[in-house]
Antibody
Framework: EVQVLESGGGLVQPGGSLRLSCAAS????????MSWVRQAPGKGLEWVSG????????YYADSVKGRFTISRDNSKNTLYLQMNSLRAEDTAIYYC????????????WGQGTLVTVSS | DIQMTQSPSSVSASVGDRVTVSCRAS??????LAWYQQKPGKAPKLLIY???SLQSVVPSRFSGSGSGTDFTLTISSLQPEDFATYYC?????????FGGGTKVEIK
């Protein structure tokens, strides 16, 4: 059974940093692209970042480019999102999502981890 | 960036009704479109990919159609468990983008 489990969310002050992790199991992690998708309270879904299975290609939304860094450790079956220079508008539930083989839509999602940026 | 516009933003319907949700892309995306269902407090669930392919274990009352810029999600006979918010997503190019969502509510 495919499972992805996020961790690392919490309360952080504006300008601060946070690193999210996503532990994956039940599939050959290195064979699948992964993404982070967020949802601000009461709002819709926003794609944040994606990474290829090898980690050699990374992609970002304009809203986070230069502040967030996506990475993966295929030996640990873990996806990461390093978030720097956090802003109030980054407050959201952050979901880790497994992409379909050969397409950037998402077949499996974690339960999400809440990031709150506030002083 | 490709903008995805969904309509309506909400719809009230009764059990057994046929419901359609529209999604329009700001430029042609061929069939690179997915649909998701999200219930309150839960992660999204993939329903449809490649505009019209049904994800495994998704009931056949869900269907998708369209190509280019205009797409439709149809629920042929609404069931109680279908009351949720539905999102489209273009998978054609980066940055990936979602529609604003359509909430299907009980009439």
């Amino acid at each position: 059974e495919v499972q992805v489990l996020e961790s690392g969310g919490g309360l952080v002050q504006p300008g601060g940093s946070l690193r999210l992790s996503c532990a994956a199991s039940g599939f050959t992690f290195s064979s699948y692209a992964m993404s982070w998708v967020r949802q601000a309270p009461g709002k819709g879904l926003e794609w944040v970042s994606g990474i290829s299975g090898s980690g050699g290609s990374t992609y970002y939304a304009d809203s986070v480019k230069g502040r967030f860094t996506i990475s993966r450790d295929n030996s640990k079956n873990t996806l990461y999102l390093q978030m720097n220079s956090l802003r109030a508008e980054d407050t959201a539930i952050y979901y880790c999502a497994k992409a379909y083989s050969g397409g950037w839509f998402f077949t499996d999602w974690g339960q999400g981890t809440l990031v709150t940026v506030s002083s | 960036d490709i903008q995805m516009t969904q309509s309506p933003s909400s719809v009230s319907a009764s059990v057994g009704d046929r419901v359609t949700v529209s999604c329009r892309a700001s430029q042609g995306i061929s069939n690179y479109l997915a649909w998701y269902q999200q219930k309150p407090g839960k992660a999204p669930k993939l329903l449809i990919y490649a505009a019209s392919s049904l994800q495994s274990v998704v009931p056949s009352r869900f269907s998708g159609s369209g190509s280019g810029t205009d797409f439709t999600l149809t629920i042929s006979s609404l069931q109680p468990e279908d009351f949720a918010t539905y999102y489209c997503q273009q998978t054609h190019s980066f940055p990936l983008t979602f529609g604003g969502g359509t909430k299907v509510e009980i009439k």
